[in-house]
């Protein structure tokens, strides 16, 4: 299993290396506090929001 994600920190990556058989990462920042400090917009979903995406496209 490949595992992909856009940003990560090291400790997530090492994690996750567990589990996959690679982990591919495009930015791993030394400085890592949370992942919506690397989006110009991370805004919040409700659990309705989700809910309701998973239902449309099930």
Known sequence: MIVAVPVASSEAIAELRQAA?????????????????????????????????LESHA
Do not use: I, K, N
Request: glycine residues 4%.
């Open 21 to 53: 058989d690679e982990v591919l990462s495009v930015l791993r920042p030394t400085s890592f506090a949370a992942v919506g400090q690397w989006y110009r917009d991370f805004a919040q979903l409700s659990d309705r929001d989700v809910m309701e995406m």
